[in-house]
């Protein structure tokens, strides 16, 4: 086989046989083909696309190319849960421990932070002691153990994928949707879980920016699972401003932990029982969403998914006392308000901005492997919708010193859209994709 053969086929718009699919990711793997190969072939991907036949193939080629840890071959029903991302996105960090605390098990590998959007990863290593670096054996031991393990991403998961995306990050190729499909479906596949749910977001501070998008993105990723045997669901939901309250790492494992106290911020709050109770009936743990969401209830008043957090935090070597206690989490020297310039109601928060303006106090990275200040971050005081008077509190920053604080200020105002009128948040769920 050639390589430029399946450039040009591709190229020209035609479907590369399973052979074909198989044999490209494999030498990819080995480097045989060089990058400035594999990059043609992607950008003539991003312009042609691929049918429901070759994502699939493609997905499960990427998959194919390392470790396999196959999750529901040691315990069943096993769940994990992904989202693609966006600005004060904590939703994993309190629906894992909840769905554990209700007797699904949960076993979760997930990415750090780059760009405008926030990594689970690094929200969890805001913990004192907290290791996201586990070997094989640990990762099986603590989900064994405890129902429940919260890692990072392996690399030995899809080496192809790790491959191909650090080639598309720099070849303008990343927003193809059949290539983040393939791309977020390869890890999923390679973990091997029996059940998947997707929460694939759209808006401004999302990957996908319209609903239409998303819902693209949604359907192939749930086909994908299907095809490979994996029970898929995708709910569909809005990033249009930054989800509850808090953005930066320490912050929002705070707001996290009032979530699972049932005292958290209401849009985020019900967005997370709602994917639980989908977990639930997903794996047949409840007969439907009705009982599912009252089992959730139960697990939240009784705190039994606190304790599941605390549980697993201290299995993988962090202080279980910092989610008993959230005042003793990391927290910033400096703290600043931000008040309202006008009257009115607030009619947008740009969220990509606001999550921009997080990164460049210290709580995400510019990129790969940069540090950052878990202490870091931003209080929304408001939201979309809410009507203040000039002066009254809009954000509280959390910064390292004063001039960082004060360097921010105007960055953040003109995330805000007035309005002389009420106006009304959008349903923070679209529609579910099964
Ligand atoms: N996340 C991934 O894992 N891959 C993509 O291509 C995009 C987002």
Request: glycine share 10%; hydrophobic share 45%.
């Amino acid at each position: 086989m050639q390589i430029v053969e399946l450039i040009s086929k591709k190229r020209d718009g035609e479907a590369l046989t399973t052979e074909q699919i198989d044999w490209l990711i494999d030498q990819y793997t080995r480097d045989t083909i060089p990058d400035y190969q594999m990059a043609a072939w992607l950008m003539a991907v991003y312009w042609r696309g691929m049918d429901a036949r070759e994502t699939s193939d493609l997905t499960l080629a990427m998959m194919r190319s390392g470790e396999q840890l196959r999750v529901r071959d040691i315990v069943t029903p096993v769940v994990d849960k992904h989202s693609t991302g966006g600005v004060g996105d904590k939703v994993t960090l309190a629906v894992a421990p909840l769905t554990a605390a209700c007797g699904v098990a949960v076993s979760k590998m997930t990415g750090r932070g780059l760009g405008h959007t926030g990594g689970t990863v690094d929200k969890l290593e805001a913990i004192d002691g907290f290791r996201a670096t586990l070997s094989r054996t640990e990762f099986i031991d603590i989900l064994t153990k405890h129902n429940i393990v919260l890692a990072g991403q392996s690399q030995d998961l899809a080496p192809a994928d790790g491959k191909m995306y650090a080639l598309r990050d720099v070849t303008a190729t990343v927003s193809s949707l059949s290539l983040i499909a393939t791309s977020i479906m390869s890890k999923k596949l390679a973990i091997g879980s029996s059940h998947l749910l997707l929460d694939v977001k759209f808006g401004s501070g999302a990957f996908m920016k319209t609903q239409e998008q998303a819902r693209e993105l949604a359907v192939a990723m749930v086909e994908i699972g299907k095809l490979a045997g994996m029970h898929t669901v995708a709910a569909i939901t809005s990033m249009e401003q930054p989800l509850g309250y808090a953005v930066g790492n320490a912050l929002e494992m705070a707001e996290a932990i009032k979530i699972l106290h049932g005292r958290g911020p209401r849009d985020i709050s019900e967005l997370c029982y709602h994917e639980v109770a989908e977990l639930l009936v997903m794996t047949g743990n409840a007969p439907g969403m009705s009982e599912a969401k009252q089992q959730v209830e139960r697990a939240v008043r009784s705190g039994a998914g606190v304790a599941k957090l605390a549980e697993v935090i201290a299995a993988q070597g962090g202080d279980a006392g910092q989610v008993e206690q959230p005042s003793l989490l990391p927290a910033a020297p400096v703290r600043s308000m931000v008040v309202a310039p006008r009257s009115g109601y607030i009619a947008g928060i740009d969220a990509e901005k606001i999550g921009l303006v997080s990164m460049s106090l210290g709580a995400g990275r510019f990129k790969k492997g940069d540090p950052i200040d878990h202490r870091t971050g931003l209080i929304l005081q408001a939201k979309l919708g809410d009507q203040l008077r000039a002066g009254e509190p809009l954000v509280e920053v959390h910064a390292r010193t004063e001039s960082e604080a004060e360097s921010v200020h105007d960055a953040l105002l003109a995330c805000y859209r007035w309005s002389e009128a009420s106006v009304t948040a959008g349903p923070l769920i679209g529609e579910v994709i099964h």
